[in-house]
């Protein structure tokens, strides 16, 4: 590697990914602590099995609807404003989940949260190509959302100790809960409105080589996609592949938010106390964090694509469909561990595919747009859990309904065309290392 090219990234990686981390782990950290808060809140509210599976993920359609339109203004108005003024508006919604009295409540306010969360997501992955060459994105990003197993590992236990607070000052322990938990987001607003930087050339904490460096060689990859694809916004928007993608990335949210908005009450039916649930819950999340990291890496070290997600497809539809079939609590936490694996291994593989065929205003939107549609199983993983635990009494037919998303994904993967070389910019057009 030349040494400008690992001094500069170097840089970049130290500088951006360990904050953005940390901001997605309070995202999501506030996006699924109701399956904590759910413990006790159900109870107190009176929430049914299905309308707490619709409550937590209508939170994606009012997702969807903003989505594009968030990313596109990110793109606009530049990072540093946008995201800072998703994470304050998230902050208070969150923290207003404290204030429902029941079911209508309930889904207004996670209505209000994916409204204000449209575009954080998609917004960091753009923003990322901006920073990264094609062949470091799927450890970059796998390192990025590495924070979600993470919020999961350290927030979960957390989450189920302040339920222990219950009473005090007069307010549920779930209510706590939500008002703690929303805090971090409205500090990390303003953070990030000093903090990041929206695009290489104005990095003044870079030298002046490296960021000329950066500059030209990020310049050239999109100018070899535009060559290839020269795909515009309202092609993105409709564009194929784009929409088979969405399709990939459904099946990966389904397996995602089927397991992560229950799984606290699947461990819960072992016969734990609440803050033994929490903890208890957090081991699946160890293994996908490890299984993220690891398995980009391997996808970039190989420059493969497919393989990779394909084969961690097969992975999260054995581990959730195999937990089904055991009834010993260390067995099964086996089989969802294995799930989680795969789950989490296929996302920041998956997206090495829209970023190496699309760029600009175009990445903004079709990024977007597979985020949005692919969210959608936000909706239908939780809602489809709850739904069948109602009509059944158990979560088999939930946990196989979303193992089978996991294999349509797989399919689609496999029956895709991806050009990894548009992942890199023609040796003999880069600038040489100064």
Not at 137 to 148: D, E, K, L, N, T
Not at 285 to 312: C, F, N, P, Q
Request: proline share 4%; aromatic share 14%; hydrophobic share 55%.
């Amino acid at each position: 590697m030349d040494t400008i090219e690992k001094r500069t990234l170097a840089k970049v990686s130290w500088r951006l990914v360990p904050f953005l981390m940390l901001c997605y782990f309070i995202a999501y950290l506030d996006r699924v602590n109701v399956s904590v808060a759910a413990l006790t809140m159900n109870k107190d509210l009176a929430i049914s099995a299905t309308a707490y599976g619709f409550g937590a993920g209508v939170f994606f359609f009012s997702y969807f609807i903003f989505e594009v339109p968030s990313n596109l203004a990110l793109e606009r108005f530049g990072a540093r404003r946008w995201i800072a003024r998703i994470m304050l508006t998230w902050g208070l919604l969150s923290g207003a989940m404290a204030l429902v009295r029941g079911e209508y409540s309930f889904y207004l306010v996670r209505v209000l949260l994916g409204a204000a969360e449209a575009g954080f997501f998609p917004g960091i992955i753009f923003y990322l190509t901006l920073w990264f060459p094609g062949s470091y994105r799927a450890r970059i990003v796998g390192w990025f959302m590495a924070a979600i197993p993470l919020s999961s590992v350290l927030g979960l236990p957390i989450s189920g100790l302040i339920l222990g607070m219950h009473g005090l000052g007069g307010l549920a322990g779930w209510q706590w809960l939500f008002v703690i938990e929303a805090a971090p987001a409205l500090i990390l607003a303003g953070a990030v409105w000093f903090y990041l930087t929206d695009r290489p050339e104005d990095a003044h904490w870079l030298d002046p080589e490296e960021r000329t460096w950066l500059a030209r060689r990020l310049a050239q990859e999109a100018q070899q996609k535009q060559e290839v694809h020269g795909i515009s916004v309202a092609q993105a928007l409709f564009n194929p592949k784009v929409l088979a993608l969405s399709l990939v990335y459904f099946g990966a949210v389904a397996a995602n938010y089927g397991i992560a908005f229950w799984l606290p009450q699947i461990v819960k039916g072992f016969g734990l106390s609440n803050a033994a649930t929490g903890f208890v819950s957090a081991v699946p999340y160890v293994v996908g964090a490890i299984g993220m990291v690891l398995w980009s890496r391997s996808s970039d070290e190989r420059m493969e694509r497919k393989g990779h997600t394909a084969v961690a497809f097969l992975i999260a539809a054995a581990g959730i469909a195999g937990s089904t079939l055991v009834s010993d609590p260390t067995l099964k936490m086996v089989a969802l561990s294995i799930g989680a694996f795969g789950v989490f291994a296929v996302l920041p593989v998956f997206w090495t595919f829209p970023t190496a065929f699309l760029h600009g205003a175009a990445a903004a939107a079709g990024i977007a747009v597979i985020n949005s549609v692919g969210n959608l199983a936000g909706f239908f993983g939780p809602f489809i859990m709850g739904w069948l635990k109602d009509l059944t009494g158990n979560f088999a037919s939930g946990l196989w309904a979303i193992a089978a998303c996991a294999v349509m994904g797989m399919v689609i993967v496999l029956l895709l065309r991806h050009d990894t070389h548009l992942e890199k910019a023609p040796p003999h057009a880069m600038p040489a290392a100064e």
